[in-house]
């Protein structure tokens, strides 16, 4: 028994002694990793220095060392045997596995760690990109390059510059922190973080970016841009703008090849010059023939002092009309294009004042002057001439005075397919001459359930078509209009005129109609061939019907009490409006027509031929577009 315990202690003496020694080699420090050994390969000049606790190796003149894969080239070197540090002097060449080399005028490699610093034009390269700074540290168990103080890094045509960068060899990733900037030919990209793969040239967007290509600077704070196939995707509200206009959405996909660009969730294109803007929920937009095409609810805002005007339909596209180019109407489907051989082109118009209008003309013998004052003094009372002679005196007044239409050469329809299969639309038979603009002119087209709103005037139509070089807004297929709150305006085709983005005049041709609610289940009507409306302020102020004029008006005495109902027709009409009503009805050129008592109307005469009054259809609120 006292033999076995003899045996145990024996044997518990034996491990410890083996222990302490290998303790007491390096007091605190590691013990040497596996794998960790610098080999020497040689040198010109080797000193060995060994006093007190230095214990160091000198390398003069060509100097090679070696560590696994990895070999140390320098043209001198000290080496601390305790510590398994190297620093290296004078044209240091790092070369790991033949894959990455680095550079530098002075090298401090830590053997145990394996991480190297260099400074003095320090540079690192995998054959395809390089980076250089002021100090570089490389981790050789992990492959990591890294700088702390500012660098640079160069891939094909691309540089990449920012205060703290960390390369990983094995991903050919790159992320860069702080004042990072990409220059390239075609473009610069700036931001504080950046994560960008030098072999596929992906830069994944993590923090507020910048992307400026000259004519358009993109604002994003989120996705990727592929830097060599010129295709970004970018989230959280991305922006791109441009000298005319920005564009913002929850998404856009852009395709600098194609030039195509699609935003995607509340988009909003913004015309800066011409205060406009529109809204979609989705938007294709041509860079290169700076197009924007827009569905899911797109939606037209045009600012003008508190009435703006709203204009919502099925699909809004806009484009650039270019000097000298023939007008070219986009399909909806595939964006194919109809052209237009000729150009439309603009003639000027004469707006007269309201007060060079004849209006002293009644429909009684010129001896009833006590009639005559009767009717005068009556608000909305239609005069007309029945004497020949007389209506000859005031036609050369009339012909001088009045408004001049100018009747332009007619120029070739404009088809829009798709939009409006089997129908052919004159887009302008009157248009006023617009000054010349240094700025880009746009138009826009809304096709289908095309809705308007603004304060002062309502509308809707299947399609419209606008253009700034006129400032015309154009309506097709039953276009119908409500204005002063009680008028409402149709015709085959209608004209808005628009001047600093206000109203300004409406001509209605062919089949234009006027219905006015004078009263529960009464209304006022005229109707003719053409007519055109003047705008003052924000009301219709008079309008001018020509051809074939037809008009029922009921009439008010002082006190506000219905006295007739007129019926009358010739072939021109001068209607007068007064706070929203009509105030006062001049038929000129063989007028006929026939005065009902009020009491005595006859009801089934009172709505001229294809009366329709269409109040059902007029939008009500500026938020009924929105929805």
Known sequence: MNQYIRSVL???VIC????LPAHAQVPGQPAPKKGTVIEILGADTLQIIEKDTINVTRFIGHARFKQGTTLFFCDSAIKNNKTNIVDAYGNVHINQADSVHIYGNYLNYDGNTRIAILRENARLTDGKVTITGPELQYDMNAKIGSYVKTGRLVNGKSVLTSDEGYYYTETKEMHFQRNVVLVDPEYTLSTDALLYNTETKIANIIAPTTINEGKRIMYATSGYYDTDKGYGNFGNRPTIEDSTGTLTADNIEMDKLTGFAYATGNMVYKD??????????????????????????????????????YLAADTLFT???????????????????????????????????????????????????????????????????AADSALAKTKDKLDSNRVKLVKMAQPPPVVMKDSLPGIKHHADSMALSAPKDTAEQRYILAYHHVRMFSDSLQGVADSVYYSTKDSIFRFFRDPV???????????????LFTKNQAAD???????AFIINEAGPEMYNQVKGNTITGYVLGESIDWMHVEGNAETINYVKDQGGAYMSVNKAQCGIINIFFKKGEVDKV????????????????????????????????????KYELMQ
């Not at 406009?276 to 924007?292: D, F, I, P, R, Y």
């Not at 038929?587 to 009491?599: A, N, Q, R, S, W």
């Not at 006859?602 to 001229?608: E, H, M, S, T």
């Open 10 to 12: 024996l044997l518990a």
């Open 16 to 19: 410890l002694a083996a222990i």
């Open 272 to 309: 800066t010059v011409r205060k406009m803007s529109l809204l979609a929920n989705h938007g294709t937009v041509n860079q290169k023939e700076k197009t924007l095409l827009a569905t899911q609810k797109p939606l037209l805002i045009m600012e003008k002092g508190k009435d703006t005007m």
């Open 319 to 385: 484009g650039v009309i270019r000097h000298g180019d023939s007008l070219s109407i986009p399909s909806v489907a595939g964006l194919k294009k109809e052209p237009v051989k000729e150009p439309l082109r603009a003639v000027k118009t004469i707006r007269p004042p309201r007060e060079h209008i004849p209006i002293g003309i009644s429909l009684i013998n010129q001896g009833d002057s006590l009639a005559r004052k009767q009717l005068d003094s009556v608000p909305g009372t239609i005069m007309m001439m």
């Open 481 to 495: 209009m409500w204005s002063n709150n009680t008028s409402q305006l149709s015709a085959d085709t209608m004209l």
């Open 505 to 511: 005049k409406v001509l209605m041709i062919k089949n």
């Open 586 to 621: 001049v038929l000129i050129k063989d007028p006929e027509g026939t005065v009902y008592p009020f009491t005595q109307r006859p009801k089934d005469q009172l709505q001229l031929d294809n009366f329709h009054w269409d109040i059902k259809r007029k939008p009500k609120t």
